[in-house]
């Protein structure tokens, strides 16, 4: 079985410090909080980075300055969000492919957000797609729905993205997939063969599903920007504590862990 990639998803864009007092803002926060899960085990951190008022932001300079000093304290892969928050619009959620990161995400369709709506229109994904493509950039699928692995193939089928892909399936959001055993289930075998992908449970769904991944031969995401909690009623004392537990997991059932250069080449992730 391939070694255990670990993702952090540091900040996420609708998390508040009312919620979670110890989520990292700031640039300088969010380096740290990257360095601090790299120690712990992650060799991928997942970024939405955040204005001088802690509001959810796509600015490159933002971006560019977060990327910056993760790279000064270690060899993590940077992943920035190309999601954004809802409200964000597509050229704005682009803006971090500009700095030719490593990978991005590339939500894969459109799907209801809690109250809101998160719209992937076809022209957003071949947009996002190819200009990933042309700057060597290797998306990661996030797949809030079944349906959206159908739109991911497409890409593939239209010159857009080359196989194998890797996904990301996004479950237990409010308005999307649920969190059951079964639909990971559902969408681990619906992948193409030779997909590597990663399951990032939301809130209480986050802990069994990661364990499910581990079995599986999948990957793993945890981080504020999915759950805020250790347990139940318990906020967890930082990004680096959720990775930590998955480590000792992933331990007691015989997996190892993927340091980022072996994630670069499960993933095959050309360094530019």
């Known amino acids: 079985m391939e070694k255990l990639i670990i993702t952090a998803a540091l900040t996420g864009a609708e998390v508040t410090r009312e919620t979670q007092p110890n989520l990292p803002i700031t640039p300088d926060e969010i380096a740290e909080a990257a360095y601090q899960c790299y120690l712990a085990g992650a060799s991928i951190v997942h970024i939405h980075a955040r204005d001088q008022e802690g509001n959810p932001t796509q600015s490159y300079e933002v971006y560019k300055e977060i990327k910056e000093k993760i790279e000064a304290k270690c060899n993590i892969i940077f ?30 369709g459109t799907c209801n957000f809690g109250s809101d709506v998160f719209m992937n229109s076809e022209e957003y994904m071949e947009k996002f797609a190819s200009r990933m493509k042309e700057l060597g950039v290797k998306p990661e699928m996030e797949i809030f729905e079944r349906g959206m692995i159908e739109n991911a193939k497409k890409l593939v089928k239209k010159g857009l993205a080359e196989a194998p892909l890797h996904f990301d399936f996004v479950l237990g959001v409010p308005g999307a997939c649920p969190a059951t055993p079964e639909d990971l289930l559902h969408m681990v075998n619906a992948v193409p063969e030779a997909s590597t992908w990663t399951v990032a449970g939301i809130g209480r769904h986050e802990l069994p599903l990661a364990t499910m991944a581990i079995l599986l031969g999948g990957h793993v995401r945890v981080g504020f920007e999915d759950n805020v909690y250790y347990s139940k009623g318990q906020l967890a004392k930082s990004n680096a504590e959720l990775v930590e537990r998955i480590v000792r997991i992933a331990k007691e059932l015989d997996r190892e862990i993927a340091t980022p250069d072996e994630t670069r080449k499960i993933l095959d992730i050309v360094r530019g």
Do not use: F, N
């Open 79 to 108: 992943q920035p969000s190309t999601g954004g928050a809802v409200w964000h619009g597509p050229e704005e959620r682009l803006q971090p492919v500009e700095l030719k990161p490593e990978m991005a995400t590339l939500s894969c």
